[in-house]
């Protein structure tokens, strides 16, 4: 384990990178983001405090994410499958956040997708740039506005 002192806009890992390693976010926050070949950005993740992030890929294989810093963040890495691991409450913590995750990105309006990334994010929202919201959603900035719009009339 190592702690590490990153600032805003420290790219972490890009796609191709071996032997990747796992972050535990003290303080700041991180996210992980692919790029299609249309240079469209698309997030996958934030770490804010006290969460982990990290790519899912074996530690032989050639990571497929993105992991940069949003703000500048304290962070422990740790090499995959090392030990002691992460704690496995807040591994399993983050496991269930990306499951429902698929299962609403699948199934869920916009607006009910906007009100699971406030309840699972409440800390955030006015950390990132809309646009880094709208793409975590899976909607173009634009949407996120009506989404938004909808939901201050409807509270």
Do not use: C
Request: proline fraction near 5%.
């Amino acid at each position: 384990m190592k702690k590490l002192i990153i600032k805003k806009g420290q790219i972490l890992q890009q796609p191709g990178d071996f032997n990747t390693k796992v972050y535990q976010v003290k303080s700041g926050l991180l996210r992980s983001y692919s790029i299609d070949e249309n240079g469209k950005e698309h997030i996958f993740m934030f770490a804010p405090e006290g969460w982990i992030i990290g790519d899912g890929v074996a530690p032989d294989q050639a990571s497929e994410l993105f992991i940069d810093a949003l703000e500048d963040s304290i962070v422990i890495q740790q090499e995959k499958g090392s030990s002691p691991g992460p704690d496995v409450g807040k591994l399993i913590r983050r496991i269930g956040v990306l499951q429902q995750r698929i299962i609403m990105l699948m199934s869920a309006s916009a607006l009910e997708r906007y009100e699971h990334f406030v309840e699972t994010y409440p800390d955030i929202v006015q950390r990132v740039p809309q646009k880094m919201i709208a793409s975590y959603l899976g909607v173009t900035p634009e949407a996120l506005s009506t989404v938004k719009r909808q939901r201050q009339k409807r509270d």
